[in-house]
C-alpha cells in the first residue's frame, strides 16, 4: 500500500496563479483532510470530508476550495494564489471509529507564491 | 476555540529522558495524541491517551494527562539521536469528525 500520495511535491506559483494539489488515499478511508503547516504555527486545518460526498470548512479555509472526487481522492485548489497561502500542506485520511483514530499523513507539498 | 500550546524548543544529551509538554484550552477534548514529524516528512502517530486516563505507557515513551490543569506530557526515555524531530501534541472532540487541533510543535534535539 502505497499510504497518502500527494503532488506536486513542490511548486512555485506567481501571485494570481491558479493551481490544484493532488492527494489520494488507497486504504479505503471515509475521511480525508488539508491541513497547512507554517513556522510556529502547528498544523491548521483548511477543508475536511467526513465521507465522500461531503466537505466542510476547516480553520482557515479562506481563498481555498475542495473536491472529494470519489473515496479515493480530494483535491485542494487554489483559484488566485497570494504569497500569504507559501506553505507546506498536508494531506491526511483515517476511519472513524471512535478508538484514538489515527490520521495517516502524506509527505506534504511545499508551495511557495511569489 | 481551542487553543494548545507548546515550546518551540528542546535540546537533550543522548540517553537522557526528554519531556516535552503541551498545554490545551478546551476541556470536552475525547482523545489527546501525540505526533512524530522527521524532517521533510508528513506526521506520524508516536501514541494516543483517551482523555479519562491519566497516564499510558508505550515502551519509551510515557505519556501523562492532568485534565484539572489541562497539561499533557510525553517522556521519552533513553533518548536516542533518531528521536530528533518536531513533536506535535493534538486533541480531538466526541462528534467532531475526528478533526485535529495541533499545537504549535516542539523541535527536540537530541545531542551527542
Known amino acids: 500500500n502505497a499510504g497518502v500520495t500527494q503532488n506536486p511535491k513542490f511548486q512555485v506559483l506567481k501571485t494570481g496563479q491558479s493551481m490544484t494539489l493532488q492527494c489520494a488515499q488507497d486504504?479505503?478511508?471515509?475521511?480525508m483532510y488539508w491541513y497547512r503547516q507554517d513556522p510556529g504555527m502547528g498544523l491548521r486545518l483548511i477543508y475536511y470530508?467526513?465521507?465522500?460526498?461531503?466537505?466542510d470548512k476547516g480553520e482557515v479555509p479562506n481563498g481555498y476550495n475542495v473536491s472529494r472526487l470519489n473515496k479515493r481522492e480530494f483535491s485542494l485548489r487554489l483559484e488566485s494564489a497570494a504569497p500569504s497561502q507559501t506553505s507546506v500542506y498536508f494531506c491526511?485520511?483515517?476511519?472513524?471509529?471512535?478508538?484514538?483514530?489515527?490520521?495517516?499523513f502524506g509527505p506534504g507539498t511545499r508551495l511557495t507564491v511569489t | 476555540g481551542e487553543d494548545v500550546e507548546q515550546s518551540l524548543f528542546l535540546s537533550v544529551r543522548e540517553g537522557d529522558s526528554s519531556v516535552i509538554n503541551c498545554t490545551y484550552t478546551?476541556?470536552?477534548?475525547?482523545?489527546l495524541y501525540w505526533y512524530k514529524q522527521e524532517p521533510g516528512a508528513g506526521l506520524q502517530l508516536l501514541t494516543y491517551?483517551?482523555?479519562?486516563?491519566d497516564m499510558k505507557q508505550d515502551q519509551r515513551l510515557t505519556v501523562l494527562l492532568n485534565k484539572k490543569d489541562k497539561h499533557l506530557s510525553l517522556r521519552i526515555a533513553d533518548t536516542q539521536t533518531g528521536d530528533s524531530a518536531i513533536y506535535f501534541c493534538?486533541?480531538?472532540?466526541?462528534?467532531?469528525?475526528?478533526?485535529?487541533?495541533f499545537g504549535t510543535g516542539t523541535q527536540l534535539k537530541v545531542e551527542l
Open positions: 478546551d476541556s470536552s477534548s475525547t482523545y
Open positions: 491517551i483517551f482523555s479519562n486516563m
Open positions: 493534538a486533541e480531538s472532540f466526541t462528534g467532531g469528525g475526528n478533526k485535529l487541533t
Open positions: 491526511a485520511s483515517t476511519d472513524i471509529r471512535g478508538l484514538g483514530d489515527e490520521q495517516y
Open positions: 470530508s467526513a465521507s465522500e460526498g461531503t466537505t
Open positions: 486504504m479505503n478511508h471515509n475521511s
